[in-house]
């Protein structure tokens, strides 16, 4: 596998942290890097403008991401407007790794 980190491209945001996504170096192709940061992201494909390695390289074809190595910095750029939010973040409960369980402790 090969982890990358990705995070929503947003200046406004004062916490823009990333995760931490896995992509199977078998199936090193755009628009597998595109599907798997989308669905973990909970951002829709379409409303991805580019995809970025930071600090100032835009991603462009299946050769692009084949050079990418573990744990490098990407960001989606979505073309959002501020009236109009194109995405949504997951609430906690759809994350993957939550335990519904875990959180219903009582002490």
Same mark, same amino acid.
Do not use: W
């Given at each position: 596998?090969?982890?990358?980190?990705?995070?929503?491209?947003?200046?406004?945001?004062?916490?823009?942290?990333?995760?931490?996504?896995?992509?199977?170096?078998? #199936?090193?192709?755009?628009?597998?890097?595109?599907?798997?940061?989308?669905? #973990?992201?909970?951002?829709?494909?379409?409303?991805?403008?580019?995809?970025?390695?930071?600090?100032?390289?835009?991603?462009?074809?299946?050769?692009?991401? $084949?050079?990418?190595?573990?744990?490098?910095?990407?960001?989606?750029?979505?073309?959002?407007?501020?009236?109009?939010?194109?995405?949504?973040?997951?609430?906690?409960? #759809?994350?993957?790794?939550?335990?519904?369980? $875990?959180?219903?402790?009582?002490?």
């Amino acid at each position: 596998e090969l982890v990358l980190k990705v995070r929503i491209q947003n200046p406004n945001l004062r916490e823009n942290d990333f995760i931490e996504i896995e992509l199977d170096r078998q #199936e090193l192709t755009y628009k597998e890097l595109l599907r798997v940061s989308c669905r #973990e992201l909970g951002v829709n494909p379409e409303h991805v403008q580019k995809i970025r390695k930071l600090p100032n390289t835009m991603l462009r074809k299946d050769k692009d991401v $084949a050079r990418l190595q573990d744990f490098q910095e990407l960001e989606l750029v979505l073309t959002v407007s501020d009236k109009n939010l194109l995405f949504r973040l997951p609430t906690l409960s #759809e994350q993957s790794g939550y335990n519904k369980k $875990a959180s219903e402790l009582t002490y």
